[in-house]
């Protein structure tokens, strides 16, 4: 009984370290490293609130932007 117990527990381990090293090659790549810390350009977007965002209005603070897809 206890042998059965430990070779399922082994097969699970073996079968969720699979599918993680599968998740990693699989998961993209940064398009665009070389921009990494440099400046963005200016622009002005609606946030999720309808309100203006301009992003030169953020000078001097760290901003990280976050682009999602809305299905609003």
Do not use: C
């Not at 998961?27 to 350009?41: G, L, V």
């Amino acid at each position: 009984m206890l042998k059965k117990i430990l070779i399922g527990v082994g097969v699970l381990v073996v079968a969720f370290a699979a599918l993680f090293a599968v998740m990693l090659y699989v998961y993209p790549k940064a398009q665009i490293a070389q921009a990494t810390n440099q400046p963005a350009p200016d622009f002005t977007l609606r946030d999720a609130e309808g309100n203006p965002f301009t992003l030169s209005s953020q000078h001097g603070h760290n901003v990280v932007l976050y682009f999602y897809r809305g299905y609003w």
